[in-house]
Structures are given as structure tokens and as C-alpha cells.
């Protein structure tokens, strides 16, 4: 079992563990965490990973330490993560009555972190939630307590800052995730590479045939390595008042391209999105081409696109990234590629250059 801390101020400090079999611990793991046996608890969870039989072990692992868990199974995607949708949970998790020391555990990817998140954010103006990610992508989603849910025009609008109690990670669930998933997730461990640490940058190049055949040594290494990454981002700026935006590495035209064609996953946006920041950091004289050729090769080894799409309207592009959440007062604000292991945050970045970059970068 390995263990990595989130180092955050005022009680809110917490640990991701990672391991095998873990699910079939989380009873035992609350009554750690302090969580009370007299409340009711509520586990959200999505269809594919209930029909994959994960809820029925935290379930039976819940019971067995006392805890009554009542259970909302939202469907899959990311049109879920809606504000309707999660009404409705919130009103379910009334009429179950559950309480201020209830607890909300998310079982899911991504999509039922942030949405689960968000629903034990706003309850009773916030109750404990705890993690328990069940796809690679969600190494990322799990840490830092970023919850929220979408407006149908543009990512996690509605949301809050939300630490969860403990980040559960049981290795084992990775092995039903498609190769799509994998490859997803892959995306954001490149990134995390690509914003703090080389090494990592090329091992998972390096590694990506074991990576995503979920070789279980080189896993173990992967999450670890990529969620001590966030977790140090995060302890050094909660709330993304400046540094954490690093994180956003590739999503100003991911989220744009994830919103507007509306058929790639998360962390295929977000590859096309690293790739074109690359670009784009070259174009602005920020770094050396040799490193953005570097960026494209490692989405390329794994299996991830790197092209916009035709059908997307540049305008509407353009105008989707001056509403991205790191920009004020409308301007283009890019994470930008300084090397391999090290960006920075550009504001104000001119559009002509980003236009030019939209049209080196479109299918063939
Ligand atoms: N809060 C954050 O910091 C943060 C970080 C990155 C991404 N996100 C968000 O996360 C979401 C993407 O997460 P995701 O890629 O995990 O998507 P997801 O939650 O939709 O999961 C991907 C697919 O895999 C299925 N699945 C999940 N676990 C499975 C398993 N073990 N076996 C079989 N199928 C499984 C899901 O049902 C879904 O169909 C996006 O909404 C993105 O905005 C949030
Ligand atoms: O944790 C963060 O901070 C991130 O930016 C991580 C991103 O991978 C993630 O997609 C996050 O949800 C994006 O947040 P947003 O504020 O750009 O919506
Ligand atoms: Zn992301």
C-alpha cells in the first residue's frame, strides 16, 4: 500500500492511499476517519461502475462496520454533471435524512467525483466526502477538491473548493476500464509530468505499453509519482489564487474542444490541448520547438489525438477560451510550455497567435 499526503492548513490535511483491495476496507477506513456510525451515509456512484460490482463491495464493507449507506446511481458521462441532476440527489440525500455528520462517498471516474463533490459541498452548506476513484483519470479529479458540475455551454462553472476526507484509490478497479479510459487518463499524468518533472514526462513515454496494459508494478509508480505531484500543487495554493493554474496545463482549448465537439473524453481535449499550448509557446518565443515536438510525441506513443477537429468554428473556439475561469476580463490566459517540467502562466495572450496556431493544428 503506498500513502501520499495533501499538506493543507486548518484540519482540511489528508492522505490518498493507494493499494489493492481497498474497497473492501472503506467500513473499516471511516471508522478511522472518525466518520459517525449513527448518521446515514450516502455513496454516489454511476451505472457502469455499480454493474462492474465495485458498490456492492463498499456496500458490504460499509455494513460490516456499522454503517448504514444509502446509495445514488447517476448514469454515465459527463451530462451528468449537471445542476438539475444534482438537485435532485440533494433532495434525495434529505429524504433519506441524512445529517451534518453524514458523509457522501464517490465511487466513480471523474464525472461522479466532481458531481458527488459538489452534492457534499452544498448539503447542509458542506458534509465530509470521501474519494474512492475508480478510473486512472480520477488520480487527478480525487485529489485537490475541486467539485462541480457544468452548464451545457462550458466545464465546472458551478462548483466549490471541497477537500475531501481521504482519497481510497484500490488498484483493482483499473482492470475493467476500456483502453479508451486508460489513454485518458494517461493524458493527465502527461501533464503532470509536463508541468513539474521531466522524468516523469518521459517515463510514461517510456513505460506507456506496460501503463496502459495496467501492468500493476509500473501502475503503482504512475499514480503515485502524478498524485504526489498534485497534491504538492495543491498544498501550495488551495484555491488557485495563482500557482495551481498550473494544473489547467492544456485545458483553456481542451475544455473549449471538449464542450464544443462534445465526443472526446476529458483527457483526449486535453492532449489536443497540451499539444497546441506547446505550439503555441513556441510561436510566442517561450520555448524551444525541439520541446513542443516532444509533447506531440509523447501524446502520439499514447494513443491520444493531437489535432482540432475541422468542424470546430474558430470563433466559437475563441470565444469559449475568453470565458475560461483563468481569464479576466475576456482576454486569452494560457499555461504556456517554458521546458519539459516547467510553464508559466500567460495572461493576455494575443489572438492572432492563438488563431494561428488553431489553423497549423487542424486535421489533414
Ligand atoms: N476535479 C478535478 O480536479 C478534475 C480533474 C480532472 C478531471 N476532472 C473531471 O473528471 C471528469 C472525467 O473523469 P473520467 O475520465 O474518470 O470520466 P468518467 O467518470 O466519465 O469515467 C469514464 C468512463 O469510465 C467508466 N468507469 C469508471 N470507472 C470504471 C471502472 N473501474 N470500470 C469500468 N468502467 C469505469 C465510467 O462509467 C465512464 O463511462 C471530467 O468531468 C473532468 O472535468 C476533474
Ligand atoms: O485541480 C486543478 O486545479 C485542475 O485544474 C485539474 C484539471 O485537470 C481539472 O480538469 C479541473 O477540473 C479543471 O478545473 P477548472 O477550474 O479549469 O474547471
Ligand atoms: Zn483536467
Same mark, same amino acid.
Given at each position: 500500500?503506498?500513502?501520499?499526503?495533501?499538506?493543507?492548513?486548518?484540519?482540511?490535511?489528508?492522505?490518498?492511499?493507494? /493499494?489493492?483491495?481497498?474497497?473492501? +476496507?472503506?467500513?473499516?477506513?471511516?471508522?478511522?476517519?472518525?466518520?459517525?456510525?449513527?448518521?446515514?451515509?450516502?455513496?454516489?456512484?454511476? @451505472?457502469?461502475? =455499480?454493474?462492474?460490482?465495485?458498490?456492492?463491495?463498499?456496500?458490504?464493507?460499509?455494513?460490516?462496520?456499522?454503517?448504514?449507506?444509502?446509495?445514488?446511481?447517476?448514469?454515465?458521462?459527463?451530462?451528468?454533471?449537471?445542476?438539475?441532476?444534482?438537485?435532485? #440527489?440533494?433532495?434525495?440525500?434529505?429524504?433519506?435524512?441524512?445529517?451534518?455528520? *453524514?458523509?457522501?462517498?464517490?465511487?466513480?471516474? /471523474? %464525472?461522479?467525483?466532481?458531481?458527488?463533490?459538489?452534492?457534499?459541498?452544498?448539503?447542509?452548506?458542506? %458534509?465530509?466526502?470521501? +474519494? &474512492?476513484?475508480?478510473?486512472?483519470?480520477?488520480?487527478?479529479?480525487?485529489?485537490?477538491?475541486?467539485? #462541480?458540475?457544468? &452548464?451545457? =455551454?462550458?466545464?465546472?462553472?458551478?462548483?466549490?473548493?471541497?477537500?475531501?476526507?481521504?482519497?481510497?484509490?484500490?488498484?483493482?478497479?483499473? =482492470?475493467?476500464? *476500456?483502453?479508451?479510459?486508460?489513454? *485518458?487518463?494517461?493524458?493527465?499524468?502527461?501533464?503532470?509530468?509536463?508541468?513539474?518533472?521531466?522524468?516523469?514526462?518521459?517515463?510514461?513515454?517510456?513505460? =506507456?505499453?506496460?501503463?496502459?496494459? $495496467?501492468?500493476?508494478?509500473?501502475?503503482?509508480?504512475?499514480?503515485?509519482? *502524478?498524485?504526489?505531484?498534485?497534491?504538492?500543487?495543491?498544498?501550495?495554493?488551495?484555491?488557485?489564487?495563482?500557482?495551481?493554474?498550473?494544473? $489547467?496545463?492544456?485545458?483553456?482549448?481542451?475544455? @473549449?474542444?471538449?464542450?464544443?465537439?462534445?465526443?472526446?473524453?476529458?483527457?483526449? @481535449?486535453?492532449?489536443?490541448?497540451?499539444?497546441?499550448?506547446?505550439?503555441?509557446?513556441?510561436?510566442?518565443?517561450?520555448?524551444?520547438?525541439?520541446?513542443?515536438?516532444?509533447?506531440?510525441?509523447?501524446? %502520439?506513443?499514447?494513443?491520444?489525438?493531437?489535432?482540432?477537429? $475541422?468542424?470546430?468554428?474558430?470563433?466559437?473556439?475563441?470565444?469559449?477560451?475568453?470565458?475560461?475561469?483563468?481569464?479576466?476580463?475576456?482576454?486569452?490566459?494560457? %499555461?504556456?510550455?517554458?521546458?519539459?517540467?516547467?510553464?508559466?502562466?500567460?495572461?493576455?495572450?494575443?489572438?492572432?497567435?492563438?488563431?494561428?496556431?488553431?489553423?497549423?493544428?487542424?486535421?489533414?
Amino acid at each position: 500500500m503506498i500513502r501520499e499526503h495533501v499538506g493543507l492548513e486548518g484540519g482540511r490535511a489528508y492522505d490518498i492511499v493507494i /493499494g489493492e483491495g481497498l474497497l473492501e +476496507q472503506v467500513g473499516g477506513m471511516l471508522g478511522e476517519l472518525g466518520v459517525s456510525e449513527a448518521s446515514r451515509h450516502l455513496v454516489i456512484t454511476d @451505472a457502469n461502475v =455499480q454493474a462492474a460490482g465495485y458498490l456492492e463491495k463498499v456496500i458490504a464493507s460499509m455494513a460490516a462496520a456499522g454503517y448504514v449507506a444509502e446509495v445514488y446511481v447517476i448514469p454515465p458521462g459527463e451530462s451528468s454533471k449537471s445542476l438539475p441532476l444534482a438537485g435532485e #440527489a440533494l433532495a434525495f440525500a434529505y429524504q433519506c435524512g441524512l445529517d451534518r455528520r *453524514s458523509a457522501v462517498l464517490a465511487l466513480g471516474g /471523474g %464525472v461522479v467525483g466532481d458531481f458527488a463533490g459538489f452534492v457534499a459541498a452544498t448539503y447542509m452548506r458542506g %458534509v465530509a466526502f470521501v +474519494q &474512492l476513484p475508480t478510473s486512472l483519470l480520477a488520480h487527478d479529479s480525487a485529489v485537490g477538491g475541486k467539485v #462541480a458540475v457544468n &452548464l451545457p =455551454q462550458a466545464k465546472n462553472i458551478i462548483g466549490a473548493f471541497h477537500q475531501p476526507l481521504c482519497v481510497v484509490y484500490d488498484t483493482t478497479a483499473l =482492470q475493467t476500464l *476500456s483502453l479508451r479510459e486508460m489513454r *485518458s487518463g494517461v493524458s493527465e499524468a502527461i501533464k503532470h509530468g509536463a508541468i513539474r518533472d521531466r522524468d516523469l514526462f518521459f517515463w510514461i513515454e517510456q513505460h =506507456q505499453e506496460g501503463l496502459l496494459a $495496467n501492468d500493476s508494478s509500473l501502475m503503482s509508480e504512475l499514480l503515485a509519482r *502524478s498524485c504526489r505531484i498534485k497534491a504538492q500543487v495543491v498544498a501550495e495554493d488551495e484555491t488557485e489564487q495563482g500557482v495551481r493554474a498550473i494544473l $489547467n496545463f492544456g485545458h483553456t482549448l481542451g475544455h @473549449a474542444v471538449e464542450v464544443l465537439a462534445g465526443t472526446y473524453t476529458h483527457g483526449e @481535449a486535453v492532449a489536443i490541448g497540451m499539444v497546441a499550448a506547446a505550439d503555441l509557446s513556441v510561436r510566442l518565443g517561450l520555448c524551444a520547438a525541439e520541446e513542443a515536438v516532444l509533447v506531440e510525441r509523447a501524446m %502520439v506513443a499514447c494513443g491520444l489525438p493531437t489535432l482540432i477537429p $475541422n468542424e470546430l468554428d474558430e470563433a466559437e473556439l475563441i470565444e469559449s477560451m475568453r470565458k475560461d475561469k483563468k481569464a479576466a476580463g475576456g482576454t486569452l490566459t494560457f %499555461v504556456l510550455l517554458r521546458e519539459i517540467g516547467r510553464v508559466e502562466i500567460v495572461e493576455d495572450v494575443p489572438e492572432s497567435a492563438v488563431r494561428d496556431v488553431i489553423r497549423a493544428r487542424r486535421e489533414g
